[in-house]
């Protein structure tokens, strides 16, 4: 028997060139146990991805500030102390980085994202002032209320789902993955990971990005 995965996207499930690798629309819905997806990205982005792959929509976004799983949505976050930051940003003189259309943020419901190539330190004392925190995925820099965190919305989904989280095996690239290696039973960063990614998990791999999690899902078909 296979376990159950909790999966990030960017730089996991990615190639270099952030493009989804192909070869997950074979391997996830052929796997014989529940796939949450967990990721920075806003609600839309892991929800259309598990339909498109014909998968359970079992989502953990927005860094844990909205969970998906059995058709029930549960919300985390402060989400009117985020538009306060992003506002006051602004006001400062700054911008968050993504153009008018803003993609990024446009249907995010719990956090606010900034760009990388913004100033981080007027960032971090405006998100204090709001009582939020500020945290470097590598993509982005995310703006969140403290204790929202991808592992807790693993403990959510995973409830939701029968299971212990410790059933889980979670392979991730970032500093918002920590959470969910501390939580899932088993714990993989693929070879691009950061160092905070790094250092929490059971395994840093020698592949990098989808390379590195294809490999840890071959790998556990066979142990099954």
């Known amino acids: 028997m296979v376990p159950p995965l909790v999966l990030d996207i960017d730089g ?7 493009s989804i690798d192909p070869r997950f629309f074979e391997v996830l819905p052929a796997w014989d146990a529940p796939v949450v997806v967990a990721t920075g990205k806003s609600f839309p982005y ?10 359970e929509q079992n989502v953990v976004a927005e860094n844990g500030g909205i969970v998906l799983a059995r058709e029930q949505v549960t919300k985390n976050g402060d989400a009117a102390a985020a538009r306060r930051v992003a506002e006051a940003y602004r006001e400062a003189g700054y911008d968050l980085g993504w153009g008018p259309a803003d993609l990024t943020n446009r249907w995010r419901e719990t956090e ?7 100033p981080l330190g007027p960032l971090e004392e405006i998100a204090a002032e709001h009582g939020l925190e500020v945290v470097d995925t590598g993509y982005a820099y995310h703006v969140k209320s403290p204790g929202v965190e991808k592992g ?7 409830r939701l789902l029968d299971r212990d989280p410790e059933e889980f095996v979670a392979i991730g690239d970032s500093e918002n993955d920590v959470s969910t290696f501390g939580v899932a039973g088993e714990s993989y960063a693929v070879a691009n990971a950061d160092a905070k990614a790094a250092r929490a998990a059971d395994v840093v791999l020698e ?6 999690t294809l490999a840890v899902l071959d790998d556990l078909r066979r142990r099954g």
Do not use: I, N, W
Not at 12 to 18: A, N, S, V
Not at 152 to 158: F, I
């Open 12 to 18: 996991t499930m990615t190639l270099p060139d952030d």
């Open 46 to 55: 892991p929800v259309a991805l598990c339909h498109f792959m014909y998968l």
């Open 112 to 118: 606010l994202a900034v760009a990388r190539d913004q």
């Open 152 to 158: 807790r919305g693993l403990k959510s989904v995973a």
């Open 207 to 212: 592949q990098s990005y989808s390379e590195g």
